[in-house]
């Protein structure tokens, strides 16, 4: 018999579907993440060891609440149920569960009730547990043949029937805020489901090559690049598996930083990857002129982009695919992955922009990773330090940096600022502890006064953030003289910037870019 593929998400729509499968990745167990939809019989191919069903927004109660199929429950594989997938299994399996008097957000105290069996998934574990919570609904009566192994001041938490291996949790171990998150789900993928171990990045690596070579077969890709180590990681993926059929396109949409298309280009050249650099800077700008609105700027500058594929892909004649390096964090706040259900925050151009007549189909083999596990990958795949740490930046360029209309003379001013904050954040030796440093142009004048004289200036907001994967992001507290040095140097080199502020908001309930 062929072995298990590893462990099957069921996805009912939580923000933090893809954090349960980067933690199981971080244990090296293969992940995957399928609609909560799925037939058993489909879910029987994948040959899971495991299944874990994610939480969600939804309460059992809503009409259209999203319901798996519950015959998944007595296939004989281990499942582990989080939040909502907790409910669902004692809704289906015949217990009771009812809209909770006091809901539970945030941090609660796990107490541990084993008793004399002891638990498979509770074991090794101190009592009290803080562990995190968001739930509205709870469990008041068990279902048929459970037993409860926890709970907190006001729920049941934690239940099981170890005959049937079915384990549920109404908090959520994935999170960082659960203290002994992956000792839980250690306990479930290898003490309850004797997982293999065989997840790592050059088992990903082999596994994306495989598959993209089956995919693509004689065919042929086009690859947008960036420069960034996105895209730079998916296109030498995707050059390994078809070699020269791989196409790599990088243009100018006009909306790049100080010397990126010159500096980028022969970077990528040195990379052996076979690169046509496109100027197409003027259709952009002349597309942006007028444009104020965030989401409008993104569809513009995603379909001018796709147009741009399309007609290199006409003049490179018979290409099939697209290649980009879009990332979990991309999706999850764009669109729902694989068809689950949550919530629409920023449309990031590489995945919510492709205009409806695009002929090109997709290919993103970095589609289910974040950023901390495309560095790994790349460094497996020996690229070099200077792109692997490289900061990340938005597909729309500085154009979302350009709060209202994107100009050539603001343009020009924040290209000046940004250069600076980037010079003086590595002159400090800061640049690859931060996870993006970067100037915002705001479209706000204020009175300055310079040499005697009064001035009526634009404002710079200079933005630095700690993330581990864009999903949460803490500003960093520069050193005072590293923000001295940039606002000085901002105030006096960059003509027409008489104000420097510093943005100290996190996300959330802020975002990375002000747009
Ligand atoms: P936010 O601003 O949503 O950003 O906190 C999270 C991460 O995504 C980047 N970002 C984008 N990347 N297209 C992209 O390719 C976009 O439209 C876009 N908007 C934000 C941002 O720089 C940060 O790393």
Redesign the pocket.
Same mark, same amino acid.
């Given at each position: 018999m062929e072995s298990a593929t590893g462990i099957v998400i069921l996805d009912f729509g939580s923000q933090y579907t893809q954090l349960i499968a980067r933690r199981i990745r971080q244990q090296h167990v293969r992940s995957t993440i399928v609609p909560c939809t799925i037939s058993p019989k489909d879910l029987g191919k994948l040959r899971p060891a495991g299944i874990i069903l994610s939480g969600g927004p939804s309460s059992v109660f809503d009409e259209g609440a999203p319901r798996s199929d519950p015959a998944i429950l007595k296939m004989g594989t281990p499942v582990l149920g989080i939040c909502y997938g907790f409910q669902l299994i004692s809704h289906q399996l015949g217990g009771t569960v009812r809209p909770a008097p006091h809901r539970e957000y945030g941090r609660a105290q796990l107490e541990i009730i084993v008793g004399s069996g002891g638990s498979r998934l509770l074991r090794s574990l101190p009592s009290p547990l803080p562990v995190w919570n968001s739930h509205g609904d709870q469990i008041v009566k068990l279902p048929p043949g459970f037993r409860q192994t926890g709970k907190t001041e006001t729920a049941v938490a934690a239940i099981e029937d170890p005959e049937r291996r079915i384990y549920a949790l109404q908090f959520h171990p994935e999170v960082h805020h659960t203290a002994h998150g992956d000792a839980i789900l250690a306990n479930f993928l290898f003490e309850i489901c004797q997982a293999p171990a065989d997840w790592t990045p050059k088992s990903f690596i082999e596994q994306t090559v495989a598959s993209t070579r089956k995919t693509v077969g004689d065919g042929r890709a086009l690859c947008a690049l960036s420069g960034g180590v996105d895209s730079t990681v998916a296109a030498t993926l995707v050059h390994r598996a078809i070699g020269d059929r791989l196409h790599c396109i990088f243009v100018d949409n006009g909306v790049l930083r100080q010397n990126e298309f010159s500096r980028v280009s022969a970077m990528l050249r040195r990379l052996g990857l076979n690169v046509t650099g496109v100027d197409a800077s003027e259709r952009f700008l002349r597309k942006l002129a007028g444009v104020t609105d965030p989401e409008e700027k993104?569809r513009i500058i995603g379909n001018e982009f796709i147009y741009v594929f399309e007609e290199q892909s006409t003049r490179l004649g018979e290409i099939e695919y697209l290649v980009q390096g879009t990332l979990y $964090?991309?999706v999850i706040?764009s669109v729902p992955v694989r068809g689950g259900p949550s919530a629409t925050?920023?449309?990031?151009?590489?995945v919510g922009g492709l205009p409806k007549t695009m002929k090109l189909r997709l290919l993103e083999p970095l589609r289910e990773l974040f950023k901390d596990e495309v560095r790994r990958v790349g460094a497996d795949l020996d690229l070099d330090p200077e792109i692997l740490n490289r900061q990340?930046?938005?597909? $729309?360029g500085l154009a979302?940096r350009i709060l209202g209309e994107v100009t050539r003379e603001r343009l020009e001013m924040l290209r000046a600022a940004d250069a600076i904050v980037d010079e003086e954040i590595r002159e400090a030796s800061l640049y690859e502890s931060i996870?993006?440093s970067f100037a915002v142009l705001l479209p706000v004048r204020t009175v300055g006064v310079m040499g005697d004289q009064r001035t009526y200036g634009y404002t710079v907001a200079v933005r630095a953030v700690h993330s581990e994967d864009?999903m949460t992001?803490d500003w960093v507290k520069l050193p005072y003289e590293v923000l001295e040095r940039i606002s000085n140097r901002i105030i006096n080199e960059v003509q027409g910037v008489n104000r420097v502020v510093y943005d100290i908001s996190s996300?959330p309930p802020s975002?990375?870019?002000w747009e």
């Open positions: 993104r $964090p991309d706040e925050i920023k449309t990031h151009h590489n990340p930046f938005p597909g $729309p979302v996870w993006q864009a992001a996300k975002t990375i870019e």
